[in-house]
């Protein structure tokens, strides 16, 4: 935990949307999106997730700096169209039962500057209705991500379920979760399992997996 990410996660907690997005956008003027997603961002969450796992704040502060997170990350990924470049597509989305969104959502940011289609499906999607979309639409990637331990086996039963789809997209799992589980590699066979957003990024530009002890984990 950086000073920088510690002062950004303290004032998601106080509610204090203006100066958070002020820290953000002056982190920006010397730092890329990647970095402040990683370096930042993604650490500033994990803390209020940490927090509030030990009872020290309440579900309604977590549900407070969530939505100042969400703010500044959607304000943060305004920009100009990206051209299409590498005519691939993602399908992005959380599992049934979870409602943490914001890696998701600086996922998808991730992809579309490499110019991927993306089709950001949000949090909390059955998986009927994530397998009825993914046959649709084909994606060459799906990657979805779970915050809270306890959600790992519902993880692992949508992503063994992709990756038996007939047209086999590449699943990517990733997460506060999957970062700290550690799975086998007969656990995660299939999978990508990605730590960090820098992992991820390389991934996108080569297609090679991270050097890790199982597979891919994002925020």
Not at 36 to 41: A, E
Not at 128 to 137: E, H, K, L, V
Not at 140 to 145: E, F, G, K, R, Y
Request: aromatic share 8%.
């Amino acid at each position: 935990m950086n000073k920088k990410s510690q002062e950004l996660s303290d004032l998601f907690l106080a509610g204090d949307e203006k100066q958070a997005l002020d820290l953000v956008q002056t982190y920006l003027e010397n730092h890329t999106k990647n970095e402040l997603y990683q370096l930042v961002l993604t650490p500033a969450m994990y803390r209020i997730g940490e927090l509030w796992e030990k009872n020290i704040i309440t579900v309604a502060d977590e549900h407070l700096a969530t939505a100042i997170c969400d703010f500044v990350v959607s304000v943060t990924d305004v920009r100009r169209p990206v051209k299409n470049i590498s005519e691939k597509k993602v399908m992005v989305l959380g599992p049934e039962g979870e409602d943490h969104y914001i890696g998701l959502k600086m996922v998808a940011s991730l992809f579309k500057e490499n110019g991927w289609e993306v089709q950001y499906l949000g949090p909390n999607l059955p998986l009927d209705a994530a397998i009825d979309s993914a046959n649709r639409w084909k994606p060459d990637v799906i990657a979805l991500s779970a915050a809270l331990a306890y959600r790992l086996p519902v993880l692992k039963k949508y992503a063994q379920s992709f990756i038996e789809l007939d047209f086999k997209p590449s699943v990517i799992l990733g997460g506060r979760a999957v970062a700290m589980a550690n799975w086998s590699a007969s656990e995660s066979e299939g999978m990508i399992i990605v730590k960090e957003l820098d992992q991820l990024k390389e991934w996108i530009h080569t297609g090679k997996e991270p050097d890790n002890d199982f597979s891919i984990s994002f925020g």
